[in-house]
């Protein structure tokens, strides 16, 4: 699907566009490709603003997952090293076992993203595992309240109404700790997308391949269970979908764009003596683990040869949207319909002074990967909003010259009033660093706070922290309240330590900081 033409922006000329970059695909267990270009249209004369990445099923299991927590899985970490060095920061992610969600975002906006946070749902095994359910991230976009909401729900032909359920289930149980949009459903703008596991009914295997054949997508539309449950379902109706105008996803033979083509065959094919010892190993792996109904019906399959039913292609992977409805009805009791009432004029009234749009400029699947029987699913949108904050709430600047020979100083001032809080620190990191959590050291604001006044306030900066091999570095200011950087300096030069290259700088005297910052 060709990306469509961008539209003169319409109305206030305040208005701004923001381009979003969405990303759903069910791995199927597999290591990230080499070469991710297409996926994220890294050639494209329009760079995107934000980037949202939902993946389903990225391997979890037990040595794999213990080591994720510990460090970033290769998905992230594939994501993070090719974004950071386009000045892209991964702002949030969440990781229920195979589901993974992840946030980017242009640095330059970084200061205006606040109240991040990040939640999941487990719908699997009766809602005790998580091979299968939901994750979310939300958060303010320059006061503009949104949801992204990754799914993988459950799978077969005859679960459509299952799927329904569990998404109901989703948004009705997530909550966020934020007055104004505590549910899903109460944010400006939701997006959800993942593997939402809906088929093709009705239709014969060799009706839909001839449609796929011929591109005639639309004859298939009207059986499409999600389009389907769109019109009986009322929380369905909310969301938007552009046309499906691309091949379903679902499902693939692993390394190539052929459609599922096993024979429906029940047999089993004996070990190989030499593997005996990997697959004790593995069965005993699982057994220690718990590990998920779903996985050990995959390793079931795969090890003993069995073979189930031909899958008819679908469009199982999808992303949908969501702006807010303005004639919300209200669960409030009779008695508080004064109250609900002032709310929603206050809320009505902001919307209408700070409205937000969105146009999607294209929908589309890619065939060119082939490590999963799914293929990705690529949604791009143009957000077009009125800003509600149009300045940073904090200026930083590091005061004077900085290397680990002295004690530094950082100057900060409020640009706009904000709570602040004891748990507000003041981060050092690296040109280019990748995410949120990349910082060399930090300083607490309170605790290291030395003199102040009403406009500028300095912090102390121990020289035991600075890196010794210097570096091109920024300074930026996390808010515990706001949940989110509020500020972020310019960039500026940290020296090399004179005292350390006078002694050597033997390799045991570069610390982990100093590591960082060569790497």
């Known amino acids: 699907m060709e990306e469509k033409e961008e539209q003169p922006e319409r109305g206030d000329t305040d208005t701004h566009s923001f381009r979003l970059h969405m990303v759903t695909w069910n791995v199927a267990t597999a290591d990230p490709p080499d070469d991710v270009t297409v996926l994220l249209n890294l050639n494209s004369p329009k760079s995107p603003d934000l980037y949202v990445i939902g993946l389903q099923e990225v391997y979890s299991g037990p040595l794999r997952f213990v080591s994720d927590v510990v460090f970033n899985d290769p998905w992230s970490h594939l994501f993070m090293s090719i974004l950071a060095p386009r000045n892209y920061v991964k702002v949030s992610s969440i990781r229920m076992q195979g589901l993974l969600l992840l946030f980017f975002s242009k640095l330059q906006h970084v200061p205006f ?41 459950a799978a077969h032909m005859k679960y459509a109404t299952e799927r329904v359920d569990e998404f109901e289930y989703i948004m009705d149980t997530q909550t966020f700790a934020c007055k104004k949009t505590p549910r899903i459903a109460d944010h400006n703008l939701v997006f959800w997308f993942g593997d939402l596991n809906f088929r093709i009914q009705d239709h014969g295997m060799h009706f839909v391949r001839t449609c796929i054949n011929n591109q005639t997508y639309n004859l298939l539309w009207s059986k499409d269970q999600l389009i389907m449950m769109k019109k009986k379902e009322q929380t369905l109706q909310e969301f938007e979908e552009g046309p499906l105008d691309f091949q379903p996803t ?8 052929t459609y599922d083509s096993r024979q429906v065959t029940h047999k089993f094919t004996f070990f190989n003596p030499l593997h005996l010892k990997y697959l004790l190993l593995k069965i005993l792996s699982c057994i220690y683990f718990l590990y998920t109904s779903f996985q050990l019906h995959r390793l079931y399959k795969t090890w003993f040869g069995f073979n189930g039913k031909k899958r ?26 004064e109250v609900v009432k002032k709310v929603k004029e206050l809320e009505e009234k902001e919307e209408d002074e700070y409205p937000l749009r969105i146009r999607q400029d294209m929908y589309t699947s890619n065939m060119e990967f082939t490590i999963s029987d799914h293929k990705p699913v690529i949604g791009i949108f143009t957000l077009e909003l009125r800003k ?11 005061e004077g010259e900085w290397c680990a020979d002295i004690d530094a100083m950082v100057l900060y001032s409020p640009l706009q009033p904000f709570r602040s809080s004891s748990w507000d620190w003041i981060g050092l990191y690296k040109v280019g660093f990748s995410s949120l959590t990349d910082y060399i050291t930090y300083t607490w604001v309170k605790d ?31 808010s515990n309240t706001l949940r989110g950087i509020i500020g972020i300096s310019e960039p500026f030069k940290v020296h090399e330590s004179k005292v350390a290259n006078e002694e050597g700088l033997l390799h045991d005297q570069i610390t982990r900081l100093d590591r960082i910052v060569a790497s």
């Open 250 to 257: 679902y499902k693939f033979d692993l390394n190539s764009d």
């Open 312 to 337: 008819k292609p679908a469009w199982t992977d999808r992303i949908l949207w969501r702006l807010r409805p303005k004639d919300l009805t209200s669960d409030e009791q009779d008695d508080n319909s």
């Open 113 to 153: 993203i606040s109240d991040i946070q990040a939640t999941y749902t487990r719908t699997g095994i009766f809602g005790y595992w998580g091979n299968k359910g939901g994750v979310s991230i939300r958060l303010s976009f320059y006061g503009h309240m949104l949801c992204f909401l990754n799914c993988h729900l």
């Open 448 to 478: 290291d706070e030395v003199a102040f006044n009403e406009e500028v306030i300095q912090v102390y900066v121990s020289k035991e922290e600075i890196p010794v091999r210097g570096g091109e570095c920024v300074l930026c200011y996390y």
């Open 388 to 398: 509600m904050y149009e300045t940073p709430l904090v200026h930083l600047q590091a």
